[in-house]
């Protein structure tokens, strides 16, 4: 499952503090029904969709801030249409499954990326996110189908990957943060 937020997530990379929000305000919703998972996340991060965009689109740097992503690579772009080829490790709990995906992102600046599997160890992997501005903020809201090619029991899955989602994405908006910092600083 953690595969459908290796697109888009971020691992908490060493030294970046979390945002004041914490963990509690990223709200995950997961359901396992014949071996699909489903996946809805919303949260705001206090930048603008471009600032958030910049880090949400950065496969090429994506290994520089997503722990356990061991390669990322864009390997075609046409237009708003970018092929994006992706290996690491996915943990739940004492498990560690490798994965590799190569998949088709439709970009459409700066509000909604789109992702596909086209091929990679899942048997399916559909992912959504959507930028929409809100107050001084953006609001993400990220939606993931996949079926994995391992099997878990249901309950202890959805514990895990509830937990990790949050995690992987408090780690994205960490680094979103600290890239507006930084350009702040300047």
């Known amino acids: ?21 914490a963990l509690h305000d990223i709200d995950v919703k997961v359901e396992i029904s014949d071996g699909e998972v489903h996946v809805d996340v919303s949260f705001l991060v206090q930048a603008t969709p471009a600032e958030v965009w910049a880090v949400i689109t950065d496969y090429d740097r994506a290994t520089e801030f997503i722990s356990d ?9 046409s237009d708003d249409i ?6 690491g490790t996915v943990r739940v709990g004492p498990f560690a499954f490798p994965v590799e995906t190569l998949r088709e992102l439709q970009l459409t600046r700066p509000v909604e990326v789109r992702s596909r599997l086209i091929n990679g160890n899942m048997k399916k992997l559909v992912t959504t996110t959507r930028l929409a501005a809100e107050g001084t903020g953006t609001r993400i809201v990220h939606k993931a189908e996949s079926v994995p090619e391992f099997w878990l029991p249901p ?4 514990l895990f990957i509830t937990h990790e989602t949050r995690d992987k994405f408090q ?10 910092q930084a350009a702040e600083a300047r």
């Not at 309950?155 to 959805?158: G, H, M, P, Q, V």
């Open 1 to 21: 499952m953690r595969y459908l937020l290796i697109a888009l997530l971020a691992w908490y990379p060493p030294g970046v503090h979390a945002e004041p929000a």
């Open 69 to 77: 992503l061991h390669f990322s690579q864009i390997v075609s772009r």
């Open 82 to 87: 970018i092929q994006v080829m992706q290996k």
């Open 155 to 158: 309950f202890i899955a959805k």
């Open 171 to 180: 780690q994205l908006r960490n680094e979103i943060v600290r890239r507006k």
